[in-house]
């Protein structure tokens, strides 16, 4: 800055000397030895910070009295050996950009820092009083805790003014090393060596429609700048052969779960790091598209794209409440590419890197000649909203592939999120339209930081990939308190719990203009005949999914419980091997000479690759057990790994004519009439244990699954039965009863790139 503002705010001491109390004016000698400068520098030291209550009051509670959320019983230490929480603001006014000849105006600097600190929330309240319901309460959704043990600092810098659509700011950023817990029942679900650490360019901006803005991209569209996602230093657990600084993503979700005070295990960690692009952030208190779902459905090759307005239970709309949106492109290229990381955490654990992100289509072009597809994958959030409210009905729209797997009479499913058949206050959490649209087209073992690198000296690229793309996700989360009785009969407090999701599995997204798809694909990423991946794929494509289960989250003492009272899962998938769309077809080594031609840009669409297809509908009950792997100063992928128990009971049948929950495989010839072999009518209760081992260069997964897993020498539980019927030319005929009174079938599954 040419000119820089800094005026030094001088305390002031009060002495309080019993019931007397001075001030003294300052003298001449005093101020002359205070340097008055162009700004302004406050700095604030506390020892301890205590709040009653902190609440968000929603009054989109559909003509009700508000309902409130809040934080209560607030305490702030410090986090560095008992001494004070210093912050400090220094705020100047002044040319930013000095070398900007062609400056329209005045910028803001703002910097400001806080030192390592804890706060702690012993109660997440959701509050109706004074003005509860009849049979409603205030409930108590569990503690919050924070604490970082590196500064917080936030750095803005604009060049005209504070909020401006046409001239750049720039805004960095650091929360590193933090670790962010929930806690029920003495025990913490913690994100450990939590990174929020960012450094962008771009406008900030306060839109009619949108509220307040921050996005990357021009007004114009011409101009984008960068989002950088900057690793961080590792400050906990080193191993001695790490050359260089050891660091973390810089988004960073390390889960551990555990003793509110104690030692925790370890369950999975996600990160991201690298350049991001075309970002762009909104907030405002807009509920109106909180009832309107995108419809996508398909018959043959055509896919339709149409917007759908669920008509019951979202009288709230109009109220307020919190509208939220994120969305990103991925740089897959250039000298900080965007990289995620998921894997295992703790002492001795691995993950996978994946790089290399780009979108379904290779080509946008069915021209041989044409260039390489340059668009970059992205992630779009879509619209979510959070609202506080009372209710005992709303409504989910499906497309038309899950309403005739559910043999449903209307795209819209009416159903009760609440705990009762009455309404009661409960966090609404809405997603519309989120996509995920990212195929990792290489990816690499990982070792953690507290062992040696893996990767030292290697000199073998990888040339595999994984995509895990999301298309359309619509969801409606429900959360309030619950009890619950655990398999101690122990009645524990809980959080209850009401999901409805789905997916579409294939489309022409309406705001992109491109293919976009819901899959599960392992991809070859080594290099063809024709100078470039070959691309091959092989896997699950144009997933169709609906989920819906209800019940209570429960934290015990070596394990996250999970029940669902009632669960139904609708879903509709190929089993496909080709290649990406857009790619070169790869020569065979019978082939003498091969000329270029190019997989159709409209693949997914087709049944060229497709093997069989698969439709289930699982209507039931079940419990889900998340054990964490055990943490230890000598720690292995041997002792350290993730298991999951997990059983399930069949719902019984209607009648006779109830087809009940099934497994289909389907014939897929491009034929307008569908032949199928199927499993109909299943019942029994079935469970399954399994342990997920992330290796050094391998991931194992060990299962067990027990059929009527309860059976006694004194009860006979209940047997596993199914009806096996085909359904040529779609009329389905019976072929036999199974049973399967007990037993236990073991598998091991390992996948080792090669």
């Known amino acids: 800055m040419h000119k820089i503002i800094k005026l030094n705010l001088l305390t002031a001491c009060i002495c309080i000397a019993h019931q007397s109390y001075a001030l003294e004016a300052l003298n001449d000698q005093v101020l002359g030895k205070v340097t008055g400068q162009d700004g302004i520098s406050i700095t604030h030291e506390v020892s301890r910070v205590k709040v009653e209550q902190v609440n968000w009051v929603d009054y989109s509670s559909d003509g009700n009295a508000p309902i409130k959320l809040g934080l209560h019983d607030v305490e702030i230490l410090s986090g560095q050996n008992h001494s004070n929480i210093k912050s400090q603001i220094d ?6 950009n000095p070398d900007n000849t062609s400056r329209k105006g005045v910028g803001i600097a703002l910097k400001a820092s806080i030192s390592p600190f804890t706060a702690t929330a012993s109660k997440i309240m959701l509050i109706c009083e004074p003005n509860c319901a009849t049979g409603e309460v205030s409930q108590n959704l569990g503690s919050l805790s924070f604490s970082t043990i590196s500064p917080l600092t936030v750095y803005l810098a ?3 003014g504070l909020f401006n659509r046409n001239d750049k700011a720039h805004l960095e950023f650091r929360l590193q090393n933090a670790s962010i817990g929930y806690g029920l029942n003495g025990q913490n679900l913690t994100a450990q060596d939590f990174n929020f650490n960012f450094s962008a360019d771009g406008y900030m901006y306060i839109d009619p429609s949108e509220g307040i803005v921050l996005a990357t991209k021009s007004q114009d569209g011409k101009t984008d700048h960068i989002v950088s996602l900057d690793r961080v230093e590792d400050k906990t657990n080193v191993h001695n052969s790490r050359v260089g600084t050891a660091t973390n993503p810089g988004l960073n979700i390390d889960l551990r779960y555990g003793p509110s005070a104690g030692a925790q295990n370890n369950l999975i960690r996600i990160g991201a790091s690298g350049d991001l692009t075309n970002a762009k952030m909104m907030l405002n208190s807009d509920q109106t598209g909180i009832s309107q779902f995108t419809q996508v459905n398909r018959s043959g090759g055509n896919v339709t794209e149409k917007a759908v307005t669920a008509t019951t239970g979202y009288g709230f709309k109009d109220a307020g409440g919190l509208h939220f949106g994120l969305s990103a492109d991925f740089l897959h290229s250039g000298v900080n590419p965007t990289v995620f990381e998921l894997g295992h955490t703790g002492t001795g654990s691995y993950a996978i890197e994946f790089s290399n992100l780009t979108r379904l289509n290779v080509r946008n072009s069915n021209d041989a000649t044409a260039t390489v597809n340059t668009q970059n994958a992205y992630i779009d959030l879509g619209d979510i909203y959070i609202n506080n409210i009372r209710t005992n ?18 795209y819209e499913q009416v159903y009760n999120p609440s705990s009762t058949v009455n309404p009661q206050n409960m966090v609404l959490v809405a997603v519309r339209g989120m996509d995920f649209q990212a195929i990792a087209r290489k990816a690499r073992f990982i070792s953690d930081n507290s062992i040696a690198d893996v990767n030292t000296g290697s000199t073998t690229a990888s040339t595999w990939g994984l995509g895990v793309p999301i298309y359309n996700l619509n969801a409606n989360m429900a959360i309030y308190s619950k009890a619950y009785t655990n398999k101690n009969n122990e009645t524990k ?20 203009g491109t293919p976009n798809t819901t899959s599960i694909i392992v991809i070859d990423g080594a290099q063809g005949n024709h100078g470039e991946e070959v691309n091959y ?5 144009n997933i169709d999914s609906y989920v819906k289960a209800k019940g209570v989250i429960g934290f015990e003492d070596k394990e996250i419980y999970i029940k669902a009272d009632s669960l139904l899962v609708a879903a509709k998938a190929e089993v496909a091997i080709g290649q990406l769309p857009g790619s070169l077809y790869n020569c065979t080594s019978e082939q003498a000479t091969c000329a270029k031609k190019v997989v159709p840009i409209d693949n997914f669409a087709q049944k060229d690759d497709v093997l069989v297809s698969i439709a289930l509908k699982l209507d039931g009950k079940g419990e889900l057990f998340i054990i964490p792997g055990l943490e230890g100063i000598n720690g292995t992928p041997d002792t350290n790994y993730l298991s999951l128990k997990a059983n399930f009971e069949f719902n019984p049948l209607n009648n006779n004519d109830d087809r009940g929950s099934y497994i289909s495989l389907i014939n897929t010839d491009g034929t307008s009439t569908e032949s199928s072999i199927n499993l109909n009518k299943l019942q029994g209760d079935i469970g399954l244990e399994s342990r997920i081992h992330m290796q050094k260069e391998s991931i194992v997964l060990d299962n067990q699954v027990k059929f009527n897993r309860l059976a006694t020498a004194s009860d006979f539980g209940k047997v596993f039965t199914a009806e096996l019927a085909i359904a040529p030319a779609g009329q389905m005929q019976k072929i036999a009863d199974i049973a399967i009174p007990g037993g236990v079938m073991r598998s091991s599954f390992g996948i080792t790139p090669k």
């Open 393 to 410: 009905s709303l409504g989910f729209v499906v497309n038309e592939q899950i309403k005739n797997i559910l043999g449903a009479s209307a």
């Open 493 to 512: 407090a809980g959080l209850g719990y009401d999901l409805a999701m789905s997916t579409d599995g294939y489309g022409v997204d309406a705001k992109t």
């Open 158 to 160: 604009t060049t005209n």
């Open 537 to 541: 794929y092989a896997g699950l494509r």
């Open 91 to 96: 705020f100047d006014v002044g040319v930013t």
